[in-house]
């Protein structure tokens, strides 16, 4: 197999209901996964049951602030605690998209005095979130 790699960027990044479309505001943004992996249960035999897998997953990433009406500090404030569907996509002209339901938290506000005010958040994914590699092919 060739080598593959892929840049982030010009990408969207759009919620549902509530809506809105963040992209430029947005420095950084990626769908981190974990697992929680419980112990195998042995039996007397000497055969195992395979332990149990549990996923989950977070919507990451950094913004530039925008202390405007409609702008995304607004949106996760106004939104916070609601369940809304997210489209990720790291680079257009890819097609891949990352989708699913986030739980909205409300990002940090003000900074460093004289500098570019940023904020890093994290949203839980609700459930696990698909990744279509062909999303607008």
Do not use: H
């Amino acid at each position: 197999m060739a080598i593959a790699s892929v840049v982030t960027g010009p990408g969207t990044l759009t919620f549902s209901s509530p809506a809105g479309t963040f992209s430029s505001q947005i420095t950084s943004l990626k769908v981190t996964t974990s697992v929680k992996r419980g112990d195998a249960l042995k039996v007397l035999s000497g055969e195992e049951i395979p332990p149990e897998s549990n996923y989950s997953a977070q919507l990451e990433g950094s913004c530039l602030q925008d202390l405007t009406q409609n702008g995304f500090v607004e949106f996760t404030w106004k939104n916070m605690g609601k369940e809304t569907s997210f489209v990720f996509e790291p680079n257009k002209a890819l097609g891949a998209a990352v989708s699913g339901k986030v739980l909205i938290d409300p990002i940090s506000i003000g900074g460093k005095v004289g500098e570019r005010a940023t904020s890093d958040f994290s949203f839980a994914c609700v459930g696990m979130p698909k990744f279509d590699p062909k999303a607008r092919k």
